[in-house]
């Protein structure tokens, strides 16, 4: 078969290594992809085709036709709210990821909240605040007394900054007003408050096609820029997959308890979910609660789940979507971390630039245990330069956590480039 991916970071970069290395794979299309790619060696090399194109749906068709594609991947969200999903089903292609209406799960926070309530899976209790946000925000105060510790969530895509985890009522009557002062992304669709939870977070990934699924595996991601979890929010420094403390036992009551309930809520909305649901849990001692969806791969975990996972998975892929019963995929006994490198400045806060343009030294390549992602690079002449943001990362999967961190740090070292900024602690915590 002929694959389509769609993005051009380090998921992106994952997903082709691995799906180039199954058997049933023929040609795969990355658009626009990114110059790192080619460094790659093996099967996965040899199948990739760029292109070029500027993005937009009558340029997606042409190429879908021409390119005689039978399973498209989207990596970005954007994609699917610009509606791809929904593109490829008028063209009676395979695409594994939601139409537009199902991608409000992750579009809509406040969408996902319903869903969640309606569904009667275990959420943060909630209060929407849009009317009095607008209108009365005297009242908008006085509804946040009511949580203890208020997280205030503006419910549009909001560039992965509407988020506010707040201490008390106090703090999060400011983080309102400053939010009314300077009006954020993604605030037109709403906002609401949910109460503050504590513990782990885990993230699960499923790939579904109305109630059906494969479980493609649970990681943790690493988000702060900092080790022990210091320094602002970035989009992931790093990942490890499986999570230690996730027993077979609590991943099949997961399943039970957040996925089915979802599918069999977006179905009986007439907007039944195919693509990939990844689920962010919190999870407390025996207590466990969702804090969000998202449509599709997360970035970057899916370097650490896809190197795990056994069999021809776009084979497996295809059948699910096709509507045919899947034998659950088999995932490798082992551990796989990922470090990220970024670019000084990174994550661009309070106007810092993120620093562009550095030479990317490589002094190895890959071996049997360990793969290079690239993300934020461009290529001049012979040289691979770093664009900015995630520049790089490298997974390594191990008999154990412990072998897998140290064989990742040993091979982290082997690109270098001025400026570079990586946790030293990915994967360390239980
Ligand atoms: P979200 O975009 O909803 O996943 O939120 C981003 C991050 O904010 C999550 O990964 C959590 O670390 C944190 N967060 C979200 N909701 C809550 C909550 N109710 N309590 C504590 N932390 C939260
Ligand atoms: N790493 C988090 C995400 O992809 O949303």
Partial sequence: ????????????????????????????????????????????????????????????????????IDLIIPGAEKFLYEGVSDWAQEMGVACLGP???????????????????????????????????????????????????????????ALGKGVFVCASPAEATDALMQIKQSPMPGIEQGIFVEEGLSGKEISLFYACHDEEFLFLGAAQDHKRLLDQDLGPNTGGMGAVSPVSWASPEFLSQATETYLLPTLREMKSRGTPFTGILFIGLMVHEKTSNLLEYNVRFGDPETQTILPLIEGDLSESLLELLKGNKTKPLTLKNEVAVHVVKAAKGYPGLFGETVEKGQIISARALEDSHTQFFFAGVMRVGEDLLTDGGRVLGVTTWEKNRDLARAHAYKKIQEFSFSGEQFRKDIGAKE
Wanted: charged share 30%; hydrophobic share 35%.
């Fill in 99 to 157: 139409t537009k209406k199902a991608a409000q799960l992750e579009e809509s926070k406040l969408f996902s909240k319903g869903v969640m309530t309606a569904a009667g899976i275990p959420t943060a209790r909630y209060r929407d605040l849009t009317r009095c946000f607008r209108e009365d925000i005297e009242m908008a105060f006085e509804v946040l007394k009511g949580f203890q510790k208020p997280v205030i969530k503006i419910s549009g895509p």
């Fill in 1 to 68: 078969m002929n694959l389509l991916i769609l993005g051009s970071g380090g998921r992106e970069h994952a997903l082709l290594w691995r799906l180039g290395q199954d058997k049933s794979t023929n040609r795969i299309a990355v658009w626009p992809g990114n110059p790192g790619m080619e460094f790659m060696t093996g099967p996965s090399r040899e199948k990739l085709k760029f292109i070029k194109q500027s993005f937009n749906r009558d340029n997606f068709k042409e190429i879908v036709r021409s390119e005689k």
